[in-house]
């Protein structure tokens, strides 16, 4: 495989917040439990008119003018979200089309939360087998669309955005890419998961009726799997690249919740100051949540050329990711 590199960043987050206040007023919460519990201040949520390619697009197009390049020299296109446009055509193609991305192929990939780690293996591999010269990651979700807000347990948590990667060959010897462990344990999935809507239970009235078309989460399930999990699939990449935690600069872990990303890092030998959390200004964006927090992580000067980069995520399925990037700009 040769060396890929990741060449520019960008990302969107819709205008309109939604503060732990605002949701204090719609359901039995308080914003002293939701920060105490979740780390969580405030998320960002799409307007109406706004659906998850329209965000992707946004955080495209902003990784290619970061590059100074044109749609026209992308290659391939994978869009991460468990919140698609529609079933069908997939985002990749509604993103294609709205940046004039005339030579790529793509597809949406579903891993929920571990989704951009997932796009980043597999972008990562294409231009690495030398098939492909730019292909461009998007994690965007627009949550706000199947969250219940009339229940506590799950509307906090989450929030809308998107972000996008550009993958690139590396000359050797370059920063880029050092090794990827991403696992399923499928018998995780009925902790997390959204009922109705697909061939097992189409959409109907009835349905629409139990309200089974929103995330549906036993919460603590998930907390405790993710807690182990995260630290331990970082902790054997790691190892498999010979890599001590004090060698990585930045973990850049998923933002579900600090309590998780504090017991992984703590369980993974993690300083505080080695670990990016900016749950607080965008709660859980699902796919988007690293692309994000790398944003912020360059933007607070965090991270620079030649840095240690560890991505980590556990989400629905359940699955697990993690990566380690030689940052290259
Ligand atoms: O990216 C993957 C996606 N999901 C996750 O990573 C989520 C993982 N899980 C979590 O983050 C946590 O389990 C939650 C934040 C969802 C819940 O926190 P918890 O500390 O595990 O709370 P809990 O479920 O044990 O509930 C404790 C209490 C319950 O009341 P009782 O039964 O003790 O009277 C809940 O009903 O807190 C109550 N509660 C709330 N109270 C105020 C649950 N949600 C709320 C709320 N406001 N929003």
């Not at 290619?64 to 994978?78: C, F, K, S, T, V």
């Not at 017991?263 to 994000?292: C, D, F, W």
């Not at 000067?301 to 697990?320: C, N, P």
């Amino acid at each position: 495989m040769r060396n890929v590199k990741i060449s520019a960043l960008g990302c969107y987050v819709p205008p309109r917040v939604l503060t732990n206040d605002d949701l204090a007023k719609m359901v039995d919460t308080s914003n002293e439990w939701i920060l105490e519990r979740t780390g969580i201040l405030e998320r960002h949520i799409a307007d109406p008119d706004m659906a998850t390619s329209d965000m992707a697009v946004m955080a495209a197009k902003a990784a290619l003018e970061q590059r100074g390049i044109g749609g026209e020299e992308i290659d391939a296109i994978i869009v991460c979200t468990v919140t698609p446009d529609h079933m069908f055509p997939s985002t990749a193609c509604l993103v294609q089309h709205q940046i004039g991305a005339k030579k790529a192929w793509g597809f949406d990939l579903i891993a929920a939360c571990s989704g951009f780690v997932y796009g980043l293996t597999t972008g990562a591999h294409l231009v690495g087998a030398g098939t492909h010269k730019k292909v461009l990651v998007i994690g965007a979700d627009t949550m706000s669309r199947i969250i219940d807000y009339q229940d506590r347990t799950t509307c906090v948590l989450f929030g809308d955005g998107a972000g996008a990667m550009l993958i690139e060959p590396a000359e050797e010897g370059e920063p880029g890419f050092v090794g990827f462990k991403n696992e399923i344990d499928g018998s995780g999935g009925p902790a997390l998961k959204m009922r109705a809507g697909g061939s097992r239970l189409p959409a109907s009235a009835e349905t629409v009726a139990q309200r089974l078309h929103y995330v549906d989460q036993d919460g603590q399930a998930v907390f405790k799997f993710a807690v182990r999990r995260m630290g331990d699939i970082s902790a054997d990449l790691l190892a498999e690249c010979g890599i001590q935690s004090s060698d990585v600069k930045l973990m850049i872990p998923h933002q579900a919740n600090i309590r998780i990303i504090n017991s992984a890092a703590h369980r993974l030998g993690m300083k505080p100051e080695q670990v990016m959390i900016n749950i607080e200004r965008y709660g859980n964006t699902t796919a988007a949540t690293i692309p994000l927090a790398t944003r912020d992580a360059i933007a607070e000067g965090k991270m620079a050329k030649g840095d240690l980069v560890l991505f980590t995520a556990v989400g629905a399925g359940f699955t697990s990711a993690a990566n380690l990037w030689r940052w290259a700009y």
